[in-house]
């Protein structure tokens, strides 16, 4: 059984093209990644004052400086006092050498990314008891209602309530340097990093299709076991295949991203056993909503990885449908990557706040982009969505978070697919075991498998 495992595996890198597809995909992850990293630099800039340098490389040794740090309104006060007396002369005076930087006049500058975390670390309880006495309220309305009230508003406000109950009094933020991991979240998101995703998409679905359909253009498939039963075994040995080799694609796209991200910004492996909350922060105003999940970034990563290889391998699993249903590479190709890169893409449009488009229809994109959201494995992508606030859905009358509710569904629906492809691989030319001698006179007759 293993050696013909090791004997798929081979086979299908060496696929027609497959040795190129792997460098030319690898290359540019790669490439769009540092590009990224420089895209989101220069997003960095567009909310500071124009005219000034790249100050990540100081702002960075200022935050290590002070990690450890937690929230008190003494220190805060000290910083605060330390920001107001720092440069605010002219720009001749400000060339001068700086405490915290290259030059005098960036000092306050950087001084106050410090400033801002400190006050972010000073806020955050407070901004969990606003959630937790929202909560309350609902519950508190919903009773006055009487015979009217709605059952499972209670329910969720005391989702809710415990959930952030359980952060608030379990969480303690320290002052760190995370802008690696930061930006990292921000580009596992589809709505800043979608060309990853498409290329991944692209590149599974022509793999995998030439893997399949080449049995059949070749005329192997007739061959290869004689007996649904044995076509089964090997369709189960072929999809281990296509599982082990989505698994190796997403993990080497999660591997590029957060290198490329450490080397840029800095503050990835540091933030790996803070909690997310302190994560999905950063000075400059691009501030998520309150995670409700108490976990640390490296249990996001992991987290992060099962929702990106989830809809990566759903769409594998639709590459290989497409494969035994046409039985042919080009078509097969066509129609994966049009039904994958199509759901995609109309969940990234559903998803836009275009302001042109707001009064008209954004009620409508909206609740397109909600049920996609529920139903779409593609829509795991878009990881942000699901885990930078609290997001139920009415289950039998019970508050279930949207991201388990999709995971759940998402495997059931892989299942599904997997079952309706192994039908459709053993049935296609499927010999009956009393028809083999008769075929095989076919073929000595005609001279071919044809």
Not at 89 to 103: I, M, R, V, Y
Not at 368 to 387: C, G, H, V
Request: glycine share 6%; charged share 20%; hydrophobic share 45%.
């Amino acid at each position: 059984m293993m050696i013909l495992f090791f004997l798929e595996i081979k086979k299908f890198f060496r696929t027609r093209g497959a040795g190129i597809s792997i460098a030319v995909v690898m290359l540019c992850m790669l490439l769009n990644s540092v590009n990224n990293a420089g895209m989101l630099n220069k997003y960095k800039k567009w909310i500071k004052p124009a005219g000034g340098e790249d100050t990540t490389k100081y702002e960075n040794e200022l935050l290590d400086a002070h990690a450890g740090i937690v929230y008190s309104e003494e220190k805060y006060k000290e910083m605060r006092l330390v920001s107001e007396s720092l440069y605010e002369g002219t720009d001749s005076e400000g060339e001068e050498p700086g405490c915290f930087g290259p030059a005098k006049k960036y000092d306050k500058w950087i001084y106050e990314t410090l400033l801002s975390t400190m006050a972010y670390l000073g806020e955050f309880k407070e901004s969990l008891s606003d959630v937790i006495y929202n909560a309350e309220q609902v519950k508190e309305n919903n009773k006055y209602l009487g015979e009217y009230s709605d059952p499972y508003k209670e329910k969720e406000a005391d989702a809710v309530i415990s959930a952030y109950t359980r952060i608030r009094e379990n969480t303690e933020l320290k002052l760190v340097n995370t802008r690696g991991a930061f930006w990292y979240c921000r580009s596992e998101s589809e709505g800043i990093n979608p060309f990853n995703y498409q290329l991944l998409i692209i590149f599974l679905c022509c793999i995998i299709s030439i893997y399949f359909t080449s049995e059949y253009e070749g005329g192997m498939h007739q061959l290869t076991y004689a007996s649904c039963k044995g076509r089964l075994h090997f369709f189960l040995l072929k999809n281990r295949i296509v599982f082990t080799a989505t698994l190796f694609f997403t993990l080497l796209s999660c591997i590029i991203d957060a290198g490329i991200m450490e080397w840029r910004f800095g503050g990835f492996l540091d933030a790996l056993s803070q909690p997310v909350q302190l994560v999905y922060f950063f000075p400059n105003g691009a501030t998520a909503q309150l995670c409700p999940f108490a976990i640390t970034f490296g249990q996001y990563v992991l987290l992060a990885f099962l929702m990106k290889f989830t809809a990566l391998y759903f769409v594998a699993n639709v590459s290989v449908f497409m494969s035994v249903w046409l039985r042919n590479a080009m078509a097969s190709i066509v129609a994966a990557v049009s039904a994958c890169i199509g759901l995609l893409q109309f969940t990234i449009y559903t998803a836009q706040m275009d302001l042109a488009l707001y009064e008209q229809k954004s009620i409508f994109l909206n609740q397109i982009f909600i049920r996609l959201k529920t139903y779409s494995p593609i829509s795991l992508l878009w990881n942000l969505e699901y885990i930078s606030s609290y997001d139920a859905i009415n289950l039998f009358g019970a508050p279930v978070h949207r991201l388990y509710f999709l995971l759940a569904f998402a495997w059931l629906l892989n299942i599904v697919i997997i079952i309706i492809n192994s039908c459709l691989y053993c049935k296609r030319g499927c010999l009956n075991e009393t028809g083999i001698a008769k075929y095989i006179k076919k073929i000595w007759k005609n001279g071919s498998l044809a």
